[in-house]
């Protein structure tokens, strides 16, 4: 089953692969997972279309098959950036378990595909397998501690720090050197906070300090000790 949104091409994927990724469902026994899998449905996104408004409705859980999402806040009229999650990601738990209203904006940053878990099928996946419930909560406590990371960068780090940081995190989703991520100095301004022009003059600052080095699209962490220093990890 597929629900479309926008122009990109749907790929053939495997449901319970994908699923497998997702760490809450790691423990799921087998037949409740097949069941699980079988339920969920691909939705096709184009860049900058949105995929959940922050105050509405929630009756899906979302996971990222392909692509990168920005997940985001409006506050007194700004909007944050609270997050950007990548393929074997997910999110839209929340409003599934305290069926509370949508509590951020999420936008595809490029064509992506998702498979979507509507509630009645999330929640009896929870009730049939109670191991599946203590791995959300795993998956939920990581969470909060990133988040209290990311507010304590935004709040004691200048702009330069927040881009050390952001890169040091995309870093260990490898190596901890090479970053594997292609990301624009847009896509990093929008995750930090900040606007492009100052991103792309801290990464030149960065290069010509020998921190990173910037080949193409490929980041290197040259200098990983001066890296950590700046984004006030040591």
Request: charged fraction near 30%; hydrophobic fraction near 40%; glycine fraction near 8%.
């Amino acid at each position: 089953r597929s629900l479309r949104g926008g122009d990109v091409a749907e790929l053939r994927l495997d449901p319970a692969e994908l699923l497998r990724k997702v760490p809450f469902f790691e423990d799921t026994p087998a037949e409740e997972f097949d069941k699980a899998a079988a339920k969920l449905r691909q939705r096709t996104l184009s860049a900058g279309e949105a995929i959940i408004s922050q105050g509405d409705r929630g009756n899906t859980l979302y996971l990222i098959a392909r692509g990168v999402v920005r997940v985001s806040r409006t506050v007194n009229g700004e909007e944050h950036n609270l997050a950007t999650l990548m393929a074997g990601d997910f999110f839209g738990e929340m409003s599934l378990i305290d069926d509370e209203p949508r509590s951020a904006h999420v936008i595809a940053m490029e064509n992506s595909n998702l498979l979507v878990l509507l509630r009645d099928d999330f929640q009896r996946c929870l009730e049939d397998n109670p191991r599946m419930a203590l791995g959300l909560l795993r998956a939920l406590t990581k969470r909060l501690r990133l988040a209290d990371s990311k507010i304590g960068g935004l709040v004691l780090l200048d702009v330069t720090g927040r881009v050390a940081r952001l890169l040091l995190e995309m870093a260990d989703e490898n190596d901890g050197v090479v970053i594997s991520r292609k990301v624009t100095h847009h896509q990093i301004a929008q995750m930090i906070g900040s606007s492009r022009e100052t991103v792309s003059r801290t990464m030149r600052t960065l290069a010509e300090e020998n921190l990173i080095e910037v080949a193409g699209k490929t980041i290197t962490v040259r200098d990983r000790e001066a890296m950590e220093s700046t984004a006030g990890l040591r």
